[in-house]
Nanobody, 118 residues
Framework: VQLQASGGGLVQPGGSLRLSCAAS????????MDWYRQAPGKQRELVAH???????NYADSVKGRFTISRDNAKNAMYLQMNSLKPEDTAVYYC?????????????WGKGTQVTVSS
């Protein structure tokens, strides 16, 4: 099972980006899915969370600007990021609880770089 994050890039302050996370492999089910980020010199932090039923939670720093969503049929998750600020600059990672080969595992994807700068 693999998770692949994509969609990062360089954007000016106030701009928008949409990140995607695609799961592949022998997947039977995916439970909760999360977006994390890690800025240089800082700890990895939880940005947004979504349950299998679609309930969501956000870090206070991104509430009202970021929207997490998922497509269960495609085993995919998204993060729409609007009104981006320089402090949103970080490597963004996706993480999910995946049921495969008879067991659940917390699976991380490789990150995608988001840089907010003028």
């Amino acid at each position: 099972v693999q998770l692949q994050a994509s969609g990062g890039g360089l954007v000016q302050p106030g701009g928008s980006l949409r990140l995607s996370c695609a799961a592949s492999g022998r997947i039977f089910s995916i439970n909760r899915m999360d977006w994390y980020r890690q800025a240089p010199g800082k700890q990895r932090e939880l940005v947004a969370h979504i349950t299998s039923g679609g309930s969501t939670n956000y870090a206070d720093s991104v509430k009202g600007r970021f929207t997490i969503s998922r497509d269960n049929a495609k085993n995919a998750m998204y993060l729409q990021m609007n009104s981006l600020k320089p402090e949103d600059t970080a490597v963004y990672y996706c993480n999910a609880d995946v049921f495969s080969s008879g067991s659940w595992s917390s699976t991380w994807g490789k990150g995608t770089q988001v840089t907010v700068s003028s």
